[in-house]
T-cell receptor, first 115, second 111 residues
Framework: GAVVSQHPSWVICKSGTSVKIECRSL??????MFWYRQFPKQSLMLMAT?????????EQGVEKDKFLINHASLTLSTLTVTSAHPEDSSFYIC???????????FGNGTRLTVT | LAKTTQPISMDSYEGQEVNITCSHN???????ITWYQQFPSQGPRFIIQ???TKVTNEVASLFIPADRKSSTLSLPRVSLSDTAVYYC????????????FGAGTTVTVRA
């Protein structure tokens, strides 16, 4: 149980375009979803926390107008990278949690390459 | 914010037990301690979670002293496939809004 599906697993886009990444909890309802970004050989960096039906809380330094997060239901959250640039190229990982103190369950990540 | 500190790396050999200690001095009363494993280009995978004392499952044990300011993940009889980065994460209580990862411990298992 506790499966999180993330799509796409990889995407290549041109500079200036937007990319949407989906994160779905397949067999549980997630009260909270988290989005992380990871550069090579570094730890996961928390970008934002989202609760169903409310606005996401972004970490300091993360542009909310560039990284749009929508948590429309208890099983789906999306991250849209708007007007992507090469420096946005990274590994993006979502996670979902049933409730407070529940473990995080992670998607398999999305490798974004902006050319 | 319950910051965590772990060793950067550890080396081991197949069949040995690996113990990774994580320090979290400012853990909050309601925080849980959770450990994850991550392979390259994959999302982290949940290993084990605990609040106090000892927790054991089919893959690992977690030891938490009474003051809860540290925790130790124990991997019995590791194999080559256990080579990965291991993270401890503290949260779920007062610090819940910011579930941030520390640097993690790279465990390398050799034949």
């Amino acid at each position: 149980g506790a499966v999180v599906s993330q799509h796409p697993s990889w995407v290549i886009c041109k500079s200036g375009t937007s990319v949407k990444i989906e994160c779905r909890s397949l067999d549980f309802q997630a009260t909270t979803m988290f989005w992380y970004r990871q550069f090579p050989k570094q730890s996961l960096m928390l970008m934002a926390t989202s609760n169903e039906g409310s606005k996401a809380t972004y970490e300091q330094g993360v542009e909310k107008d560039k990284f749009l997060i929508n948590h429309a239901s208890l099983t789906l959250s999306t991250l849209t990278v708007t007007s992507a640039h090469p420096e946005d190229s990274s590994f993006y990982i979502c996670s979902a949690r049933k409730e407070y103190n529940s473990p995080l369950h992670f998607g398999n990540g999305t490798r974004l390459t902006v050319t | 914010l319950a910051k965590t500190t772990q060793p950067i790396s550890m080396d081991s050999y197949e069949g040995q037990e690996v113990n990774i200690t994580c320090s979290h001095n400012n853990i909050a009363t309601n925080d849980y301690i959770t450990w994850y494993q991550q392979f390259p280009s994959q999302g982290p995978r949940f290993i084990i979670q605990g609040y106090k004392t000892k927790v054991t499952n089919e893959v690992a044990s977690l030891f938490i002293p009474a003051d809860r300011k540290s925790s130790t993940l124990s991997l019995p009889r590791v194999s080559l496939s256990d080579t990965a980065v291991y993270y401890c994460l503290v949260g779920g209580g007062e610090n819940d809004y910011k579930l941030s990862f520390g640097a993690g411990t790279t465990v390398t298992v050799r034949a």
